[in-house]
């Protein structure tokens, strides 16, 4: 059964808030990368977090050139058409891949002694995932319409040609289409989950080893907690209004009940979140930065301070005496990135983690200069 369409002026409203949030992504990407192109290569979580925004970046190129030539009925070409459509949708499935690579990285530092041949190996295995996994379910979905790649079946009118080309109909979505996007989005989303829900335990637990747990400790294991959550929450956000667009829309095959227009507030919140991805992705992990930088420059300005705090011997209470997985972690490795900007756990990174970090003499004689201050 046919689901009764939204109007063409409707249609219009959804693709142009698709191409003015895909712009913000496109701006906060390109932002990040050229800004900070050099010090995303200079450790394995910021590699992965490299990846990420140019996953982003290209998927939300594709929606706004998609959009546009949508919007300018003499640009419909249906070979653009189906190009942008395979290309938006590996892009994002390549950016569930990162997503859940760097949150893999940040486990890895808590768990194991970092070593540079087993980042890089890590490395290799998630380009290799990130280009063979949306290749095959996109040689999936077009094989089984070879007519109608993604991108071909984008229409709310069925069959009215000024309302059905090229972009992505929130009401397009067949079962094989969903599976292989969906499918690995939920995959997605449940390691990471998991990932975190890891760190915060491994960083509880060598926090609570130490026998005295002060009120820095607490900062951290706060920082880490929130930090967490906030990585979680954005990736569900952009997401889960698509996901239950998608859902709804194959159950309105099924009852004349549900039309379009009953679930435009729902595509046009899908139409906000799903492209902001880049946006979103660019705050949250870079949302520490001018706190960070501040705290350089508080700790220039008071040198003898600093040289003072960095010639104090770790106390007894602290995590990074009686838990040789942080203090290996920090010695190793003093290119890593800060916690609360690239990666979710401060122990592997600099001064300035958090207002208990920032102060820790401790901390400060066991990881020196924050690595993401020098990004600046």
Not at 347 to 365: I, N, Q
Request: charged share 15%; net charge positive; aromatic share 10%.
């Amino acid at each position: 059964m046919a689901i009764k369409d939204a109007s063409t002026s409707r249609l219009t409203a959804y693709v142009a808030v698709c191409v003015a949030a895909g712009l913000a992504s496109v701006v906060a990407c390109l932002a990040v990368l050229l800004l900070r192109g050099r010090r995303l290569l200079s450790s394995p979580p910021r590699r992965a977090l490299g990846a990420l925004f140019a996953c982003d970046l290209a998927a939300a190129l594709g929606l706004v050139v998609a959009g546009c030539m949508w919007l300018t009925p003499s640009l419909r070409y249906d070979s653009a058409c189906y190009v942008l459509g395979a290309w938006v949708y590996g892009w994002y499935l390549a950016s569930f891949v990162w997503t859940g690579a760097f949150a893999l990285e940040m486990y890895c530092l808590l768990s194991v002694r970092p070593q540079a041949s087993a980042a890089a190996r890590r490395f290799v295995i998630a380009c290799l995932v990130s280009v063979t996994v949306p290749g095959g379910l996109l040689a999936l979905v077009c094989i089984r319409a070879a007519n109608q790649p993604p991108g071909a079946e984008v229409r709310i009118h069925h069959g009215d040609p000024d309302s059905s080309w090229c972009m992505w109909d929130p009401q397009s979505y067949s079962l094989v289409e969903m599976l292989t996007f969906y499918v690995p989005l939920a995959l997605a989303l449940v390691c990471v989950t998991c990932l975190y829900i890891a760190i915060n335990r491994r960083l509880r637990s060598a926090i609570a080893s130490s026998g005295i747990v002060t009120d820095k400790e607490r900062a951290m294991s706060k920082s880490v907690r929130t930090s967490s959550l906030l990585y979680i929450g954005i990736f569900v956000l952009c997401w889960m209004f698509s996901l239950a667009a998608a859902i709804l829309n194959n159950i309105a095959y099924f009852s004349s009940r549900i039309t379009g227009n009953d679930l435009f507030p729902l595509y046009l919140a899908m139409g906000i979140t799903a492209p902001s991805q880049g946006f979103f992705n660019a705050i949250v992990y870079g949302f520490d930065d001018c706190c960070v930088s501040g705290a350089r420059r508080r700790r220039r300005r008071h040198g003898r301070e600093a040289e003072a705090l960095l010639s104090t011997t770790p106390t007894a209470g602290s995590p990074f005496v009686v838990a040789p997985l942080f203090r290996s972690s920090v010695q190793a490795n003093d290119s890593s990135s800060h916690f609360r900007t690239h990666v979710p756990t401060p122990v592997h990174y600099g001064a300035g983690s958090s207002p208990g970090l920032a102060t820790s003499s401790s901390f400060v004689a066991a990881s020196g200069e924050s690595s993401l201050g020098r990004m600046r």
